[in-house]
């Protein structure tokens, strides 16, 4: 017998109570059939395999989801698709539940229903038709919403409709629509958008369809003026259409308005998921293209996320740190960083405070404010950066580093920073890089 059945056995001998009232302190079992093999816990939505073994649906779609093709205690081939509702077992637990109601056991409610491949596919053959006729917004909506409701659910009917390019097929909708002549009525474009987020990521079709210039102006609109989840849905868009390499998407007519509509989503915050897709897709702009990089530094960015980096947590970090390592690389950026009492401090601080990749990208934005702008000579600009640095255990950290090892680009880039700090040791007091407390008069 297969490990999953013998774990079943001894879960059920030493059932766990489900609840105390009424039944005089003894407690309930739940019995062995009503238990799935996997979780051990009562099946909410059973569905039988080809092998005959029950399990609760999302026990075993996760079991699936993780690659493994096989049943957990025959271990025979099984796929999703193979899965069917067990009906009968699973009436037979909500009776169970209802008889024991009084010993503080809930009914379980009954399952949806997935939805079919078939199902899907006519609800995007809808959505096609309706997006067309553009006296049919009221119809786009409805159908658009179904499809959202439904991708909701459950992952089971997410995959369902993404394996049948509900992400293009929403993808063309919005593009048609932004094509129109006239502004399509209502919230019908918010409306794709969050169901398209559903959809997330999209593939190069899908991602190469919504970065068309019709769409892009569309998504910039309301990035910028629409209610706050199509703001946030909008961002979340971009950020796929400009992070899908093989993607082939002309940003150049739209490029100037998306930046900075997302410099204004990371200035004015309207919640941390959009923030954070913002600023992965400001990376991927700036890295692309040097004027996106110095457009940023004149937007006046790299103060906001120096500052922004004091108390961030792990995944802003590494995010505002690789956007300012992108927004350095312009000249306008690191005038601008080298200007900032809390730059060179907060970069020191971040070393070993959050990942071995917000160090990298520490390292190698250190290394380029560190950097003279021309061959062997060093402006007062980059030499208060050095010293700052210096201030604030910069040398000491770098030591550390390369003792304990990182990727050879950065260990290049951190023995150029130690022979730049090197000239300017024993200039000041080294001080506490987590005490921010009288940066500004140590800049001056």
Known sequence: MALLARRARRAVAKAAPLGGGGGGGVELAIPAHFRCPISLDLMRDPVTGPTGITYDRESIEAWLD????????????????????????????????????????????????????????????????????????????????????????????????????????????????????????????????????????????????????????????????????????????????????????????????????????????????????????????ARSDERVAARLATAGLVPVLIEALVEADKSVSEKALGLVDAVLTSEEGRASARAHALTMPVLVKKMFRVSDLATELAVSAMWRLGKAPCAGEEDEAVVRCLVDALRVGAFQKLLLLLQVGCRDATKEKATELLKMLNKHKGVGECVDAGDFRGLNRLSA
Not at 127 to 145: P, S
Request: proline content about 6%; hydrophobic content about 45%; overall charge positive.
């Open 66 to 285: 993780t690659g493994r093709a096989t049943c957990p205690v025959t271990h025979a081939p099984l796929r999703h698709e193979d899965l069917v509702p067990n009906h009968a077992i699973r009436r037979v637990i909500q009776d169970w539940c209802v008889a024991n109601r009084s010993r503080g056991v809930e009914r379980i409610p009954t399952p949806k229903i997935p939805v079919t491949p078939v199902q899907a596919s006519e609800l995007l053959f809808d959505l096609a038709g309706a997006a067309r006729r553009r006296d049919a917004a009221a119809r786009c909506a409805e159908v658009v919403a179904k499809i959202k409701a439904l991708a909701r659910d459950s992952e089971r009917n997410r995959r369902c409709f993404a394996s049948i390019g509900t992400g293009r097929a929403l993808a063309a909708a919005f593009q048609t629509l932004a094509a129109a002549d006239a502004a399509p009525a209502g919230r019908v474009p918010e409306d794709i958008l969050a169901a398209l987020v559903c959809m997330m990521p999209l593939d190069e079709e899908a991602a190469g369809t919504l970065g068309s210039p019709s769409s892009l102006g569309s998504l910039v609109a309301i990035a910028e003026n629409g209610s706050l989840a199509g703001r946030m849905n909008a961002v979340l868009a971009i950020k796929e259409i400009v992070s899908c390499d093989g993607a082939f998407v002309d940003l150049s007519e739209k490029v100037d308005a998306i930046v900075d509509s997302l410099v204004k989503i990371i200035k004015a915050p309207i919640c941390p998921l959009a923030t954070k897709a913002a600023m992965v897709a400001t990376y991927h702009l």
